[in-house]
C-alpha cells in the first residue's frame, strides 16, 4: 500500500505561485510512475502532468505548459507540482496520484493510488 498526502494548496492571486507537494508514506514510491490531475465541480479529472520513476519523462498538459513544472525527489519520496502565473481558471482540486505500473498515462483509472487532494483557489 501506498499512502500519498498532498499539501501546499491555498489562496493566490492571479499571477502568482504555488508549490505543491505529495509524499509517499507506507511503501515508497520505487519503480512507480508519478501524475498530477484536477478537478473542478461538474468536471472529469484532467491530468496536469505526470513524471517517471527516474524524473527524465515528464508531460504537461497544454494548458499549463510553460507555467507549471513537475518534478520528484526520490531520496525524499515526494513528488512536486510548482506552478506560475497561476490564473483564475486554474483553480480546482489538485490530486497526486501514483502508478505502480508506470505507464506514464493521462487516463485516472490507471493510477493505483491517489492522495486527499489540495485545494487551489485563484483569485482575478
Known amino acids: 500500500q501506498v499512502q500519498l498526502v498532498e499539501s501546499g494548496g491555498g489562496l493566490v492571486q492571479a499571477g502568482g505561485s504555488l508549490r505543491l507537494s505529495c509524499t509517499a508514506s507506507g511503501r515508497t514510491f520505487r519503480g512507480s510512475g508519478a501524475g498530477w490531475f484536477r478537478r473542478v465541480p461538474g468536471k472529469e479529472r484532467e491530468c496536469v502532468a505526470t513524471i517517471s520513476w527516474s524524473g527524465v519523462s515528464t508531460y504537461h498538459a497544454d494548458s499549463v505548459k510553460g507555467r507549471f513544472t513537475i518534478s520528484r525527489d526520490n531520496a525524499k519520496n515526494t513528488v512536486y507540482l510548482q506552478m506560475n502565473t497561476l490564473k483564475p481558471e486554474d483553480t480546482a482540486v489538485y490530486y497526486c496520484?501514483?502508478?505502480?505500473?508506470?505507464?506514464?498515462?493521462?487516463?485516472?483509472?490507471?493510477?493505483?493510488?491517489w492522495g486527499q487532494g489540495t485545494e487551489v483557489t485563484v483569485s482575478s
Open positions: 496520484a501514483a502508478d505502480s505500473y508506470h505507464r506514464l498515462s493521462t487516463v485516472p483509472d490507471e493510477y493505483d493510488y
